[in-house]
């Protein structure tokens, strides 16, 4: 790769272009289990699954699929939260050359009609009450052939495994369910118990689809990306390039970010499982208790998170009291860091968080703040190996940008998408001449570090002024007594569009509209300031945690039309 201004930056070891692996999915956790067969793999509550023991898990239900018709190019919709199954049945999928469709476990019926069928999905793994609550009354819409039924309590050891259906039951809606079996409706664990780990050999290449993962269809209806094993796995390697000085067949991944979601897919599964590490699985990311729990328990070594992720453990009262210091690398993504989260959690642990950048589109990641090298706080860091970036003009889309100067993100590399399925106008839109199209707005410094100051569509303007919704939110998150803040455009005669801040204060804390507005002051321009400040005692979320602002500007603006 040709020299940029950010290789000055990397730390020492790691290199500019890598010498890659060509290694399948799959292949993966083949030499994992060949190297680490009796080592923990994955941990659930109180069960764990060794190396060995996973790859026969995986070996049978492959059989078991290829016997209901999955083959290459087939399309498998997984639909379930972290737990065995769903690495099981991710790993099963690849085995036999077909793509995993995973889908949110929250997902409304339309959703997953729109999303499967789309797809093509013939067949679906999800959990029993997911399939009674939301997919048996649509079936007849749905193309799938065959259903397979996880339950929740099927991984667990004893005596959980008995406890577990009594408090899954009282739920609400309750979290599991009784499913009647069929020719076409089969049960997870049974259907691997009878079956032989004897998968049909096949020929899977690296540019074959691995997972058509849905962006989330913030701006219109969701497109799938089309990300090939070459994808995966060279992005796989340039995490594993930044993270020096991890052992292999050693170290503890926490598995709390969701694995429907691409961050949770290469961070905290696909990473791990490269390096022969133990999985640590969390089915709720909003499950803080867990979270801890599993950190101290199993003296867990590397967490990737979001920034509420990080805020939650802060916020856990007592959290100063317990041991964290076996964290020896976090990474942070999906959304804004605050420096004040940061630097509070690096306080608690002793570790170090590496801020970074990715899409779904990319595999995800493109950025990251060096893991012990020089970083910048508020940065996403600089451009992984063998990943180029440049900033470009807004409006023109060509015309590169001087150093210092915003403008829309363009990126090139071998984690880039293969194209949106079935989209080839889309798939234009967002890839010209090699470079994807990222729609985030940034800026780079002379030393190679980019800042990410928004999304193209969720750039205010107000009196002809670009104001950056990020921005405000840092500078009122600095605030000692803001928890959360989440800024939009709001309609105005005047100016066009006004800046609208909605604010969470933190337990026992205080503020006023005017005193945060005061605080806006002392480090924003007078036409970013705010003109509205509403208090609320939370923010819409994603599953992922990332604040929903187009949730505020509908409910901005169906509160606008309903006074007139």
Request: net charge neutral; aromatic share 8%.
């Amino acid at each position: 790769m040709e020299k940029r201004r950010w290789h000055k930056s990397y730390e020492k070891g790691v290199p500019a272009s890598l010498s890659y692996d060509e290694i399948t999915l799959p292949q993966m956790l083949v030499r994992a289990a060949a190297n680490y067969g009796d080592r923990p793999a994955l941990t659930f509550q109180n069960a764990t699954l060794t190396y060995g023991a996973f790859k026969e898990q995986v070996d049978r239900l492959a059989t078991a699929l290829a016997e209901l018709g999955v083959a290459p190019g087939s399309r498998v919709a997984i639909q379930m939260p972290n737990l065995p199954q769903t690495v099981i049945a991710i790993f099963a999928t690849l085995r036999l050359g077909a793509s995993t469709v995973l889908t949110n476990p929250l997902y409304t019926a339309p959703e997953i009609e729109h999303q499967w069928n789309d797809a093509g999905v013939t067949v679906a793994l999800l959990m029993d009450f997911l399939y009674e609550g939301r997919v048996k009354p649509i079936r007849e819409r749905l193309g799938v052939h065959h259903y397979i039924v996880a339950s929740i309590p099927e991984y667990l050891g004893f005596p959980l495994n008995f406890l577990a259906p009594l408090k899954l039951k009282k739920t609400t809606p309750p979290m599991i369910a009784k499913v009647e079996e069929g020719p076409t409706v089969h049960r997870f664990r049974k259907l691997i118990r009878r079956t032989a780990p004897h998968p049909p050999p096949v020929d899977i290449g690296l540019d074959d689809v691995a997972m058509l993962q849905y962006t989330g269809g913030t701006t219109g209806v969701s497109k799938g990306a089309m990300l090939t094993h070459r994808n995966l796995s060279y992005n796989t390697q340039q995490v594993g390039a930044w993270g020096t000085g991890l052992e292999d067949g050693i170290e503890t991944w926490l598995g709390c970010l969701p694995y429907f979601h691409i961050y949770g897919i290469t961070l905290s599964m696909l990473f791990p499982i490269y390096k022969g590490g133990h999985i640590v699985l969390i089915p709720n990311p909003r499950d803080v208790d867990a979270m801890i729990k599993a950190i101290v328990k199993h003296r867990v070594s590397l967490l990737p998170a979001v920034p509420a992720m990080y805020n939650a453990i802060n916020q856990k009262p007592g959290v100063d009291q317990l041991d964290l210091s076996c964290i020896k690398m976090c990474n942070s993504g999906s959304a804004p860091l605050p420096v004040e989260v940061m630097e509070r959690f690096e306080k608690l642990t002793g570790a170090r968080i590496a801020e970074g950048f990715g899409l779904t589109e990319t595999s995800p990641v493109t950025h990251s703040n060096p893991f012990h090298g020089t970083r910048k706080k508020g940065s996403v860091g600089v451009p992984v190996s063998d990943t180029d970036a440049k900033i470009v003009d807004m409006d023109d889309g060509v015309t590169e940008m001087p150093v210092g100067e915003e403008g829309e993100l363009l990126l090139r590399g071998p984690q880039i998408m293969k194209g949106y399925w079935k989209r080839p106008e889309a798939t234009a839109e967002a890839i010209k001449d090699g470079w994807f199209y990222s729609g985030d707005l940034a800026v780079m410094d002379e030393d190679g570090f980019f800042r990410i100051v928004g999304r193209k569509k969720d750039m205010i303007i107000c009196s002809g002024y670009n104001v950056y919704p990020d921005e405000i939110d840092r500078v009122l998150m600095s605030h000692d007594s803001v928890l959360e803040a989440a800024t939009i455009g709001v309609p105005d005669e005047k100016r066009g569009e006004t800046v609208k801040s909605f604010v969470v204060l933190k337990p026992a804390h205080d503020a006023t509209a005017d005193e945060l507005i005061a605080h806006c002051r002392e480090s924003l321009a007078a036409y970013k300031i705010p003109r509205q400040i509403a208090f609320r005692d939370s923010l819409p979320k994603s599953t992922v945690l990332k604040i929903l602002r187009r949730e505020l500007r509908d409910e901005e603006l169906a509160a606008r039309e309903a006074a007139g």
